[in-house]
């Protein structure tokens, strides 16, 4: 039980170009699922927590025009890097947490994206 | 806030030895604690939790760890390890007292196993 997916597992795109990447939970409901960053041999940094049907909470420093988050439904949330830029390079992480499972957050097994 | 401190950067193990690594926290109550493993290029995979009760707690692959409150700890223990226990291994703390959602980490432990 308690298993999350994302969608892709590795992308390479264009600079300017935007990507979406999608965080599931696939046999439990989150009304919360937590979006991270992290850079090689360091740990991860949220970037925003994302609430079902209400908007995204960023953390400090993350541009929230950048980096689009959508919780449309208990079991996905949707992060779209908009113009992306090889700095925005980076493994993305997302977890999710349980409607009736308190607080423990479950991982998604991450993104790589790599913007040329 | 919350902090939470893993003082070993890099661990190495030789296969069948103990193993115990360090995670101190900072919160002014007891806090929601888990250990993470995370293997290269992989999600993390939760290894074990503590919110209340027992201070020693048993998880997944063999692994204990034991919440010593005098000492704001919660370190992370195997009585003998397996290469496939090469990884790296993170700490985090929840805050419940303030409803926060939030999970603070450390800063890992890379576990390197030698033969």
């Known amino acids: 039980g308690a298993v999350v997916s994302q969608h892709p597992s590795w992308v390479i795109c264009k600079s300017g170009t935007s990507v979406k990447i999608e965080c599931r939970s696939l046999d439990f409901q989150a009304t919360t699922m937590f979006w991270y960053r992290q850079f090689p041999k360091q740990s991860l940094m949220l970037m925003a927590t994302?609430?079902?049907?209400?908007?995204?909470?960023?953390e400090q420093g993350v541009e929230k025009d950048k980096f689009l988050i959508n919780h449309a439904s208990l079991t996905l949330s949707t992060l779209t890097v908009t113009s992306a830029h090889p700095e925005d390079s980076s493994f993305y992480i997302c977890?999710?947490?349980?409607?009736?499972?308190?607080?423990?957050?479950?991982f998604g097994p991450g993104t790589r994206l790599l913007v040329l | 806030a919350q902090s939470v401190t893993q003082p070993d950067i890099h661990i190495t193990v030789s296969e069948g030895a103990s193993l115990e690594l360090r995670c101190n926290y900072s919160y002014g109550a007891t806090p929601y604690l888990f250990w993470y493993v995370q293997s290269p290029g992989q999600g993390l995979q939760l290894l074990l939790k503590?919110?209340?009760?027992?201070?020693l707690v048993q998880g997944i692959k063999g692994f204990e760890a034991e919440f010593k409150r005098s000492q704001s700890s919660f370190n992370l223990r195997k009585p003998s390890v397996h290469w496939s226990d090469a990884a790296e291994y993170f700490c985090a703390v929840g805050a419940p007292l303030f409803g926060n959602e939030k999970l603070t980490f450390g800063t890992g432990t890379r576990l390197t196993i030698i033969p």
């Open positions: 503590y919110f209340s009760g027992d201070t």
């Open positions: 977890s999710a947490r349980e409607v009736a499972g308190g607080e423990t957050q479950y």
């Open positions: 994302s609430n079902e049907g209400s908007k995204a909470t960023y």
